[in-house]
């Protein structure tokens, strides 16, 4: 049996002035490799962090998308959990959707109703130009689990990641509506698991902080 345990970053810079900005200001965020935790973000990891230290699990191996946001919110939770000196292994495959030439442009600007109509039309396989598409985001995070996780004993695994990774895995791995990816909602610290059982996956548990919400089953 193993648990990987689903982790969207903490609150970030870049969640901040998406949130405050009007609607004609509102810019593409992409993958944004440089924006770090707010305070408020920091809080959400040491409190995710207390939360797991004091009801489980403890992480047999932790591994962080390559951002700045989610490599600090692995190290603010795990010092709350008590970890001296983490071993963080950093992999590229669950860093959040690239959207190319279109990070930080004006979106109302860059997504005209011609281009609004495109991705509608090619669904989850629509790619920005120069960026990639929330299946090819399903396909490399799957290998990253196909690869590096399955096939193990019984393990708890800590996989600190991004809103886009978990939406786009779920939606391929369980066959969810993929027009409706976007509005999935996925809390900052909040906690998706999915559990294996003999390499196939048998049930995930979504989570938010302090304790479990719901949990889904399938066959």
Partial sequence: MIDIYLI??????????HRRASWHEKRICGTNTWSELTEKGIDQSRTLGEYLK???????RIYSSSTVRAQQTARYCLEEMGFEWPRIQVDHRI????????????????????IKQ????MNWHFTPPEGESQ???FCRANEFIEEKILGKEYENIAVFTHQNVIACL??????????????????????TVLRYDENRLDTI????????MEMMSYE
């Fill in 135 to 137: 299946y090819d985001v």
């Fill in 205 to 212: 548990v979504k989570g938010e902080i302090p304790h479990i």
């Fill in 170 to 191: 779920l939606t391929g791995l369980v066959g969810l509506d993929k027009n409706k990816i976007h509005e999935m909602e996925l809390l900052h610290t909040s906690m």
């Fill in 118 to 121: 495109n991705m509608d039309a």
């Fill in 54 to 60: 004091k009801c489980g699990p403890c992480f047999d």
């Fill in 8 to 17: 969207r970053h903490g609150e970030s810079e870049v969640n901040v002035q």
């Fill in 95 to 114: 860093t959040e959707l690239d959207q190319g030439i279109w990070e930080g442009k004006v979106d109302c600007k860059t997504r005209t109703d011609d």
